[in-house]
């Protein structure tokens, strides 16, 4: 994809949603690091069910630490993984507690130090609390880069400097939740609508006119 259709393709996406916000639920910025820490390979539906109940109960660190590694499984046994989940975020509470005053730090450095923390959390806490232009690359976003030519990549760090390097500053805030969404339900994995997508002009799918015609999708 040129600049220029780079460029198209973001402005469309923005005209079509001014404000894009991750669709996991939280009320501060403890809450987000918790979900998104949660969020590994589970739906942001499945993290929002189980943290309903689970930040009711503990909208802090110190009422995280609180609770207990039993306390926080038994909140979140719906989702996989919980029980690693469970310690890790507990873990977690206590390092905030004891390192850095009961705040989420603002480093990626001091958030990838957190048990169950990596770069993709890192990420979406310095994008989604702090306003920084970072770039978690999920699966949405790895098969949407690709896929349309927007920013190719092997592996999920080549397409983040690929796309940090080629999102235009103006949009680079806001692009990883344009990515997220558009991935999500427009763009999806298994059947894309590129008949009723916005971007399809500036899309490098070879498949999208087929696709847009009703026909079958390639041979993966
Ligand atoms: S045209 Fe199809 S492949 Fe291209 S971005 Fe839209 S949905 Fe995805």
Known sequence: MQPVEIDTFFATLKAANPHPETELAFTNVFELLAAVLLSAQATDVSVNKATRTLFAHAPT???????????????????????TKARNLHTTCGLLLEQHGGQ????RE?????????????NVVLNVAFGQPTMAVDTHIFRVSNRTGLAPGRDVRAVEDALLARIPPT???????????????VCQARRPQCGACAVMNVCRWPHRATIAAGGPMPAA
Do not use: C, N, S
Request: net charge positive; no cysteine.
């Open 61 to 83: 660190p110190q009422a995280m630490w609180r609770l207990g590694v039993e306390g926080i499984e038994a909140h979140i046994r719906t989702i996989g993984l919980y029980r």
């Open 104 to 107: 989420v730090p603002r480093t």
């Open 110 to 122: 001091a958030l990838e130090a957190l048990p169950g923390v990596g770069r993709k959390t890192a």
């Open 171 to 185: 949009y680079r805030v806001d692009a990883h939740h344009w990515l997220i969404l558009h991935g999500r339900y």
